[in-house]
């Protein structure tokens, strides 16, 4: 189907007042426009919507307050937390962007969609709070939140808020993060050094330590290993999601019109980043069903012969190759 433009043919089809439900596939990531008929195989077109919206009811609080939790984590669940001492001092918006509304910024608008789900890492139909508990756990290298607490109901209703209006089981163009091209060599943390000292030192510092903000109780900049920054079990500790999430949002201080990563510098970046020292996840139980591991999962045992280390750095395509053969 040919790319069309899409802002004009919307505003035609709401002129004209035609039934069409709008939904959203992509080649090269370039929208295209389907009927109704067409939506169980493409995603939804998503916005995150207005937070000015959010009525001073009880229930409009509480999602207040979950955006809240969101944005500012640490200073509620933090080290220094108002509410409890969970976390390691990241907020959920350091990996989630704009309060985890931000296109390809790791979002959340696929969240309501799709959960409860089946996730291959737990062997187990997941449902929303195992998701966010999962995310303390590993991004934030925490303590899991008690389910019946007002915060994790609070964290809940402000995702569920977010993805209100995306249909059951689709998922939205933008969401989560983007999947960038495989190199055909391994990625390289040497070279990856080198991005890092040239487009992320300046914000996240030379020993990968990020800027605290002047309350001291959370980052603006996030640590990117140490003691205070995401654990081996996180999800941006797989290769292709660290490099997809730089890829389109970093360096974050960039001027709109510089140059951005390219795919080998993401890759590259990743690599470095993910080969420094970080707080150890006991992963053992992750994966019952081995066959289920993405490609990118650095730790055996896998149900291939390759090795552990072209798990962690690739050439990936062969991996997924056989992976696709396999399935």
């Given amino acids: 189907m040919k790319v069309i433009n899409f802002r004009r043919l919307l505003t035609w089809i709401i002129i004209a007042g035609l039934p069409v439900i709008v939904v959203l596939a992509t ?9 109704k008929e067409k939506e169980t195989v493409a995603g939804f077109i998503w916005q995150s ?75 187990t139909i997941e449902n929303i709070y195992k998701r966010i508990n999962d995310c303390i756990d590993r991004s934030l290298n925490g303590h899991v939140l008690d389910t019946t607490t007002r915060e994790m109901k609070a964290i809940a209703a402000y995702i569920n808020w977010l993805g209100q ?7 939205p163009w933008g969401a989560g993060i983007r ?17 890092f000292i040239q487009k992320c030192q300046r914000c996240h510092g030379a020993g990968g330590q990020g800027l605290s903000g002047s309350d001291s109780m959370n980052y603006i900049y996030p640590p990117l290993w140490g003691n205070n920054s995401y654990n081996t079990g996180a999800g941006l500790f797989r290769l292709s999601r660290f490099a ?45 069903n081995v066959a289920g591991k993405p490609f990118d999962h650095p730790y055996g045992p896998f149900r291939d012969n390759f090795s552990e280390e072209q798990h962690k750095y690739g050439p990936f395509e062969p991996i997924r190759s056989l992976k696709i053969k396999s399935n």
């Fill in 27 to 35: 080649t090269n990531d370039k929208p295209l426009l389907y009927s």
């Fill in 49 to 123: 919507p207005d937070t000015s919206r959010i009525p001073y009811t009880d229930a409009g609080m509480l999602i207040r307050y979950g955006r809240e939790l969101i944005a500012n984590t640490a200073t509620y669940l933090g080290p220094k937390g108002t509410v409890a001492h969970l976390t390691n001092g990241m907020n959920c918006q350091n990996c989630h962007l704009d309060a985890g509304t931000k296109t390809w910024g790791n979002n959340y608008s696929a969240v309501f969609s799709t959960y409860p789900r089946f996730r291959e890492r737990s062997g």
């Fill in 165 to 171: 209006n995306v249909p059951k089981n689709i998922k």
């Fill in 179 to 195: 999947d960038i091209t495989f190199m055909d060599r391994p990625a390289d943390p040497v070279k990856g050094r080198i991005v």
């Fill in 244 to 288: 997809g999430y730089v890829k389109d949002n970093m360096p974050f201080d960039a001027p709109s019109n510089s140059a951005p990563l390219t795919d080998e510098e993401a890759w590259d970046v990743a690599a470095f980043v993910n080969s420094q020292p970080r707080p150890q996840k006991d992963y053992n139980k992750d994966y019952p």
